[in-house]
């Protein structure tokens, strides 16, 4: 029974310092794919942002140009053909 009490630790041990062997190469690799990775200038970040909340706010527009015709339009029905 002692013999299969340490094969056991021995596993346990060699799991564990697996686990953590990968998780080291792991990081490795993240460290060096995020030098590889081409940053955005603070220029183009803020190009961009300037996009994206002109976008928002043609489409919030839009959308609430649309939503009160249909509205006017559902308002108008119910008054014209009751209730």
Not at 45 to 59: D, E, G, N
Not at 67 to 72: E, L, Q, S, V, W
Request: charged letters at 20%; proline letters at 1%.
């Amino acid at each position: 029974m002692a013999g299969n009490d340490t094969t056991t630790l021995d596993t346990v041990r060699e799991g564990l310092g697996g686990r953590f062997e990968r998780a080291r190469l792991f990081l490795s690799e993240v460290r060096n794919e995020l030098k590889r990775v081409t940053w955005p200038s603070q220029k183009e970040v803020y190009a961009t942002t300037v996009v994206v909340i002109l976008t928002s706010l043609f489409f919030g527009i839009y959308l609430f140009a649309i939503d009160t015709a249909f509205f006017n339009l559902v308002q108008w029905v119910m008054h014209r053909f009751g209730a």
